[in-house]
């Protein structure tokens, strides 16, 4: 069984069963079993995870991606601080960049407010944290490779027998 293959169907669609993935793969149930089991356990497998349009549910939330300038430290260069900022609820990515700024700080909170005040009060105090520069995501499109909100009308013909 090919385990790349196996991390893409998950990756594409978690709700699969070990049955269906043992179809698609054209190997033994239990052999997809172990082979989640093994990925979970050594944690190529991280989490497994909705995609929530929280718009259409009714609830408003703000995002936005904070670009954060550091002082590498001593050993550990970036890491440490960015452990840090991870350990906040607020933030849901962290990932360093190549370029004008150090760290993409991703965060969501339920106003601008919130938000802002998270990054005054919490992010930018952090020993180490040069700057930071807030970009609020207005409207999003696309997201982990799902179109959030497709108008375009299907245009195929209906085929009835």
Request: aromatic share 6%; hydrophobic share 40%; charged share 30%.
């Amino acid at each position: 069984m090919n385990t790349l293959e196996l991390l893409e169907l998950l990756e594409d669609n978690a709700r699969l069963t070990p049955e269906e993935i043992a179809v698609m793969l054209q190997a033994d149930a239990g052999e997809v079993r172990r082979a989640i089991q093994e990925l979970e356990q050594n944690k190529t497998i991280l989490k497994y995870m909705t995609l929530v349009n929280w718009e259409k549910a009714g609830e408003e939330k703000v995002s936005a991606m904070i670009e954060v300038r550091i002082t590498p430290q001593r050993d550990v260069g970036f890491d440490a601080v960015a452990r840090r900022i991870c350990r906040f609820p607020e933030v849901r990515s962290v990932r360093l960049m190549s370029g004008a700024y150090d760290l993409a700080v991703f965060i969501e909170g339920r106003t601008m407010r919130e938000v802002s005040h998270f990054v005054a009060t919490r992010l930018a105090t952090i020993e180490g944290v040069i700057s930071t520069t807030t970009h609020f995501v207005l409207k999003t499109y696309k997201q982990d490779g799902v179109i959030v909100e497709d108008s375009e009308e299907d245009r195929r013909l209906i085929v009835s027998p």
